[in-house]
């Protein structure tokens, strides 16, 4: 399948892998792009710049297909070393960033002139265009299912990647809610060049995450997400547990009080108890609603290999056959 995603990044299949935290490791990300996708090093996850290169120098040693880092910007005062994860990056010899959280503007010029491909995750087509005006190669765009931070605005792929279609000039992924061969055609038929997957890739073999996480997944329905931190402008779509029924409960009994220090417990320094540990109810975690189409835990090539073989049998028999009558 050819798409403006698959000639701009060089990959065989139109399927990106988000950066995940704790999950977006050399293992996960080689895997995606050796079964032809792009698969993404999470840049944050490494305590420092030596330690990105490191992984860098490590998922090049497990593919020599294209693969991204993700840097996400976080709203947070005390800044991670970005400079310094930036010269890891270019310096790892990567062709692909993919940008989250705040605008990257600042960080363009090096990175073009190094030759990288930009591709911004965004929530809006506000945010969208800023990122095509700014310079960006591409967006991905993350509808309101999505897991993780899906911004404030609540609007669904289903209204979203079609308005992105409107606005955009530069090619766009659809995000958020993507998990088959089904997904991968309706985004190119709302207008998207092709889909990343976050939760999807988590329920994998290659996944480098504890068997809990990859099991919880697979039990979850579609009902069993929430958000949390909206009283804070910082909502994330998490799997329910008690961490995040504690959570909620503290959001609703403080209101507009609610600070960050109060639900530090359930939402800090989680993420390697529960990936690593498989401590489900260590804290919040982000996971997609997505998790109600996911029953199964394949290697990532077949999974990937399934997408493309169903997302050909939708075009060539379901859909001709529509018109072909
Ligand atoms: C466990 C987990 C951790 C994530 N961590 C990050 C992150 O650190 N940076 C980022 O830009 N996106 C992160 N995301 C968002 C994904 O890259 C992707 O946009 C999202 O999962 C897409 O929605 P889906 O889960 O419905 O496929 C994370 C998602 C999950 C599920």
């Not at 999950?23 to 996850?45: P, R, Y």
């Not at 958000?227 to 910082?234: A, G, I, T």
């Not at 997302?311 to 859909?319: F, G, S, Y």
Request: aromatic share 4%; with cysteine; hydrophobic share 45%.
């Amino acid at each position: 399948m050819k798409t403006r995603i698959t000639e701009l990044l060089g990959i065989e299949h139109p399927i990106l892998q988000g950066g995940m935290h704790f999950v977006g490791l050399a293992e996960l990300a080689s895997a995606v792009s050796n079964a032809g996708g792009l698969g993404i090093v999470t840049g944050l996850t490494q305590r420092t710049p030596e330690a990105l290169a490191g992984e860098i120098r490590r998922c090049r040693d497990m593919t020599d297909k294209p693969f991204g880092v993700n840097l996400t910007f976080l709203p947070t005062v005390s800044s991670p070393d970005y400079p310094g994860y930036i010269r890891a990056i270019i310096e790892g010899g990567v062709k692909v960033v993919e940008t989250a959280g705040n605008n990257p503007q600042k960080w363009m010029p090096a990175l073009h002139e190094a030759g990288i491909k930009v591709i911004h995750k965004c929530t809006s087509v506000r945010h969208a265009l800023k990122a095509q005006a700014i310079g960006c190669d591409a967006v991905s765009v993350d509808g309101f299912e999505c897991g993780g931070h899906p911004g404030e605005d609540d609007v669904p792929n289903f209204i979203l990647l079609p308005r992105a279609a409107e606005e955009l000039d530069i090619p766009f992924v659809a995000s958020g809610g993507m998990a088959d061969g089904r997904s991968l055609v309706a985004a190119l038929a709302l207008g998207a060049d092709g889909m990343n997957m976050g939760t999807r890739f988590m329920a994998t073999r290659e996944a480098p995450i504890h068997e809990n996480v990859k099991q919880a997944i697979v039990a979850a329905t579609e009902l069993d997400t929430r958000l949390v931190m909206r009283p804070l402008r910082n909502t994330e779509r998490v799997l329910r547990n008690a961490a995040v029924d504690r959570l909620l409960e503290k959001e609703r009994a403080l209101g507009a009080d609610l600070k960050f220090e109060h639900i530090i417990d359930e939402v800090a320094g989680v993420y390697p108890k529960i990936m690593q540990e498989g401590t489900m109810d260590a804290g919040a975690w982000s996971c997609g609603m997505v998790a109600g189409l996911i029953h199964d835990i394949p290697t990532v090539q077949a999974l990937i290999d399934r997408i493309m073989a169903e997302a050909d049998d939708i075009i060539r028999r379901r859909l001709a056959g529509f018109v072909n009558a």
